[in-house]
């Protein structure tokens, strides 16, 4: 067995439900996945479900990419080391697609725009029947740093960037997702249209700047389109212990948490109000991936 390439993204949160008004942001989180192409069978159990790699092959192929010399699609197989908690809402799907992605590119010493990995994600998740929007917002983030606001009814998924930024400074806050059970089911697209104000709501504050009232006026309303009463009150109670921000993100059932870090005290209060309704490993700490000022792009 040989490794043949190999890519590497991360998971990311909702800051805008793409489903709610058309327009999705999601934001780069710290959660690493890497995920090897292989010759042969790896002797590990590949967790992958909802086969979204083979759709990625598929997507592949149908774009008129290469395979790497001397494989048909059948022949490629997998090896996957992911700190993404799977159906949490936390895009562990794009982030496995754009990381499979990205390895056929090392595989066969093809280069990819971002935009175009962000296209092929989209069609092999859409492909895959993970996503109901295409998760165009979801791959980006998976695949840069910082977020950006798509339109996921555009022509092309250049024209679809509506606005981008950097990120919070990870060093000003504290990323709390509290994991719980992963979901049985996605909601429907139509579920999301009387909510649809609500969405506006959180749109609005994005484009003026207030990621964190986007993310949660936007978990909040994902709570009622799923009913999700649990969620909405593991939300509520963190912001009595010192949350700034907080709200489900995707279609849940992850509730993500945001804390300013200078105030440690309080995210060990929530992780120890949440430690009485799920296991310790269910409890995440991370951060932001957010563009450093030598990063972002010049206009």
């Known amino acids: 067995m040989a490794v043949i390439g190999t890519g590497q993204a991360h998971g990311a949160c909702s800051l805008l439900h793409a489903a709610g008004t058309g327009y999705g942001a999601s934001i780069a989180l710290d959660l690493p996945i890497i995920v090897k192409a292989l010759d042969r069978p790896s002797k590990r159990q590949l967790e992958d479900s909802d086969d979204v790699l083979p759709a990625v092959v598929d997507a592949w ?6 395979l790497p010399e001397g494989l048909e699609a059948n022949d490629i197989h997998w090896a996957v080391a992911s700190k993404i908690p ?15 992605i990205k390895a056929l590119c090392e595989a066969t010493n ?7 990995i962000v296209s092929l994600s989209s069609q092999a998740q859409m492909n895959a029947g993970v996503s109901i929007t295409g998760s165009i917002d979801d791959s980006w983030a998976c695949l840069t740093k910082g977020w950006r606001l798509i339109n996921a ?19 000003d806050w504290i990323v709390l997702i509290a994991a ?15 909510l649809f ?12 700047g207030e990621l964190l009232n986007c993310l949660t ?32 993100t995707g279609s849940g059932p992850a509730v993500v948490i945001i804390i300013p870090s200078l105030v440690r005290s309080s995210a060990e209060r929530i992780k120890s109000a949440l430690s009485r309704l799920m296991s310790s490993d269910q409890i995440i700490e991370t951060k932001f991936l957010s563009l450093d000022t030598d990063e972002l792009e010049i206009e």
């Open 110 to 116: 093809t280069d990819l725009s971002d935009f175009e």
């Open 180 to 194: 719980r059970d992963e979901r049985k089911a996605r909601p429907e697209l139509e579920n999301f249209a009387p």
């Open 153 to 171: 009814n555009a022509e092309d998924i250049e024209s679809g960037v509506v606005m981008s930024g950097p990120g919070p400074n990870p060093d």
């Open 86 to 100: 799977k159906n949490r809402g936390l895009k562990s799907s794009a982030a496995l697609s754009v990381a499979g």
């Open 217 to 248: 006026i936007n978990g909040r309303a994902v709570c009622s389109v799923t009913n999700d009463l649990q969620g909405r009150k593991i939300a509520n109670d963190a912001f009595i212990n010192g949350a700034r921000a907080s709200g489900v």
């Open 61 to 66: 192929v149908s774009n008129g990419l290469a």
């Open 197 to 208: 104000q609500e969405f506006e709501k959180a749109l609005i504050a994005l484009q003026q």
